[in-house]
């Protein structure tokens, strides 16, 4: 055989392999390159757009607690006011049961005062009667002299 032969032979079947991969065989691998580079760029995409999600998640959540911490804040300065006002309210009612205590307590002193110079007008009376009857020697009625007694326990 010839060399020339075989290589023109090896030459024809070369560019039939080629030609035939070329033909049939490369567009499946190029479909199959062009499906992978598809997902691996859709991959992507999910992965840029769960990113994006995932930073917009945070900012909400921030912007919730945020919001979060300034509605307990007011309902702190609510609480804390409202806790002033009942203070303020039990202070004011102790004040006006203080108040009503003590001038019942007046009253009761006045009464007492009244009731104590009531006695002592008695019996500065009843001395005076018996001073009266030592000094005249003789009993001095207090029915009868009532009027005399009175005015001069007024005048003690």
Known sequence: MNINLTLFVQMLVFA????????????????AMEERSRKIAQGLAAAEKGEQELAAARDRAEAIVHEA????????EHA?????????????????????????????????TTRAKESLRREVAAIAV??????????????????????LAAQI
Do not use: C, Y
Not at 21 to 29: G, H, N, S, V, Y
Not at 81 to 91: D, M, N, P, T, Y
């Open 130 to 151: 018996r001073a009266a009857s030592k000094l005249l020697e003789r009993e001095i009625d207090a029915r009868t002299h009532a009027d005399l007694l009175d005015k």
């Open 16 to 31: 039939l392999l080629v030609f035939g991969t070329m033909r049939w065989i490369w567009p499946l691998i190029l479909g």
């Open 69 to 76: 911490r300034g509605r307990a804040n007011q309902i702190i």
């Open 80 to 112: 804390q006011h409202l806790a002033h006002e009942l203070v303020e309210q039990a202070k004011g009612a102790a004040s006006s049961e203080g108040a009503r205590i003590v001038a019942a307590a007046q009253q009761q002193i006045e009464l007492d």
